[in-house]
Structure formats: structure tokens, C-alpha cells
């Protein structure tokens, strides 16, 4: 039985950790030929062998979001290998937090490179296929701290600017049969959570509780939360939805 995403091809920015790998799996899971471009060597490598082991063809490269040229020579790569590419996901993150009285140039900037220089890098070079092919699917990982977090001056103002980002693009490449929408993830279990529970001073199983108590749901999220909402985006299915930003936080984050 054909996958849900059989003969597509899916290029995930972050994707050997995290949310960035529970997006990947279930691509490759559903039949999409997958590539993912990280910093992180160690697990990049650790993703590509565990994902080449059960058979799913895979392209993986050491990139940096924020250069250009490193983005748009995995994306030619990729498009070279495998063809075509149907599906970018903007995923690659990174977290400075900090109460602005005490945030650094540093702080502030690095994490305006990476989510919205990275993601605008990335979809600059994806999308010039998408649009020979006509055919695209674009999804950017915001947050639910686009709305305002405490510590988060920096991240939470690149995720606001990305679901900008997200809409703009709707506008400019929706002629050409290529969709942008936006996840906005709530509290998610993964290494990014758990180093701002160990910055805070406080275990990760107590940050898990203490989230748990505000979310509807009653229960923390899951990377696998996110793919599926990504999934639906990704879908050819889904072509009519343009634009759109989903809140994926066990409640009505807003």
C-alpha cells in the first residue's frame, strides 16, 4: 500500500533532532524521500543511519541555515538527486533566553539569523523548483511564543516574523500551485525544552508538571504532535489552505 506522501520529496531544516526528526520520520514513514540539514554532525549522522537502516532513501548534509550559499547548494543537491522537491519545512531553531534587561546584541541576533534569515534562505532556494514544477508545499515552524513569553523578547518576536513570513509567501507563490502555512507548537518534550528547564534550575520532569497543569489536554506534547499537523499541511490534499497558522498546544493558545 502506497504511503500518504509516496513519490514526494520533503527537505526538513533541524531535522536530526526534536521536532526537526519527528517530521522527518513521518515523512519517510508515509513514503517521501527525505533530506534534512543540520549543524549537529553527531546527530545528523545518528538520524541518517537510523532512518537508512529501515530502507528510506535519505539525503543528509552539515548546513548552516543562516549562509546562504551552504542552503542553496544542499537544496541543488538534493533536487539533483532526487529530482524535485515538493515539501520544505523550516524547522531549524535555536533558543537565547533571557528578560531583555539582561539580553545580549548576541542573544538577540542569533536567534533572528537562524529562524528568520535560515527560513527565508530556505525558501528562496526551494522555492524556484517548487515553481518549474509548479507545485510546492511550504510549512514554518513558529511557536506559541509568538504571542508573548516571558524571557523570549528574541523569540518570541523571529516567531511572530515568520508567521508574517508565512503569509507573504501565500500571497506571492500561491499563483504557481505552492502553499506556505505556519505549526505553531506549544509545549513540546525535546532537548530544547529541557535545556530551558535546566537554565531555570529546575528538573525537566518538574517543568513537564508544571506545563501539564495549564494544558486542556492534560498532557504534554509530543514531536509526533507537530508532524502530524505539519502532515496535513504537506498534503496535496490540502491546496485550498493557504496561509494559515495552526496552534498545536492542547488548548486555545491565543
Not at 498532557?219 to 496552534?247: C, H, L, M, T, W
Request: glycine fraction near 12%; include cysteine.
Amino acid at each position: 500500500m502506497a504511503g500518504r506522501f509516496e513519490g514526494r520529496v520533503a527537505f526538513v531544516t533541524g531535522g536530526s533532532r526534536g521536532i526537526g526528526k519527528g517530521i522527518v520520520e513521518y515523512f519517510a514513514e508515509e513514503g517521501a524521500r527525505v533530506a534534512l540539514i543540520d549543524l549537529n554532525e553527531e546527530a545528523l549522522s545518528e538520524t541518517a543511519s537510523e532512518l537508512k537502516e529501515k530502507g528510506y532513501e535519505v539525503y543528509a548534509k552539515v548546513a548552516n541555515v543562516v549562509d546562504p550559499e551552504q542552503v542553496e547548494t544542499a537544496v541543488k543537491e538534493v533536487h539533483d538527486a532526487f529530482g524535485r522537491i515538493d515539501i520544505l519545512v523550516n524547522n531549524a531553531g535555536v533558543i537565547r533566553d533571557n528578560l531583555l534587561f539582561k539580553m545580549t546584541d548576541a542573544d538577540w541576533q542569533t536567534v533572528m539569523d537562524v529562524h528568520l534569515k535560515g527560513s527565508f534562505n530556505a525558501a528562496r532556494a526551494a522555492q524556484k523548483y517548487m515553481v518549474e514544477q509548479k507545485y510546492g508545499r511550504i510549512i514554518n515552524i513558529s511557536s506559541t511564543s509568538a504571542l508573548g513569553n516571558r524571557g523570549q523578547a528574541n523569540y518570541a518576536a523571529a516567531k511572530a516574523g515568520l508567521q508574517g513570513f508565512t503569509k507573504t509567501l501565500a500571497l506571492e507563490l500561491g499563483r504557481y500551485g505552492i502553499t506556505a502555512n505556519s505549526v505553531a507548537p506549544g509545549f513540546i518534550e525535546t532537548d530544547m525544552t529541557k535545556a530551558t528547564a535546566e537554565r531555570i534550575g529546575i528538573s525537566f520532569e518538574q517543568m513537564i508538571q508544571g506545563s501539564v497543569a495549564n494544558i486542556p489536554v492534560g498532557r504534554s506534547g509530543k514531536p509526533a504532535d507537530i508532524a502530524n499537523a505539519v502532515a496535513f499541511f504537506a498534503d496535496e490534499k490540502s491546496g485550498f489552505v493557504n496561509g494559515q497558522v495552526i496552534y498545536v498546544a492542547g488548548g486555545p493558545k491565543c
